[in-house]
Nanobody
């Protein structure tokens, strides 16, 4: 079992920055690819970024590439999403996930709300 707890979401003005955190706990965390998804009101859930625990391999969706950066601190079992140049369309609930390689996420956090005002 893996537990994920997100934090850091809040209201921010367009052009601003936020850093989301995801504290992970549980067994064999090194097996999982950690990621971020988001869901805006009335829209489908969308992949944002992912990172491996050991290889530091990262991948981001085109909609956030160049603006968002995913990183992790293994000593703290924490994954971060640094979000810069925020736009109103980035408004969503952001979820932290844990997945085995090549599979859909097996674990989800409760989500943290990000709101970007124009």
């Amino acid at each position: 079992q893996v537990q994920l707890v997100e934090s850091g979401g809040r209201l921010v003005q367009a052009g601003g920055s936020l850093r989301l955190s995801c504290a992970a706990s549980g067994r064999a965390l090194g097996m999982y690819v950690m990621g971020w998804f988001r869901q805006a009101p009335g829209k489908e859930r969308e992949f944002v970024a992912r990172i491996t625990w050991s290889g530091s391999t990262t991948y981001s969706s085109d909609s956030v590439k160049g603006r968002f950066t995913i990183s992790r601190d293994n000593a703290k079992n924490t994954v971060y999403l640094q979000m810069n140049s925020l736009k109103p369309e980035d408004t969503a609930v952001y979820y932290c996930t844990a997945a085995l390689a090549g599979l859909e996420p097996a674990y989800w956090g409760q989500g943290t709300q990000v709101a970007v005002s124009s």
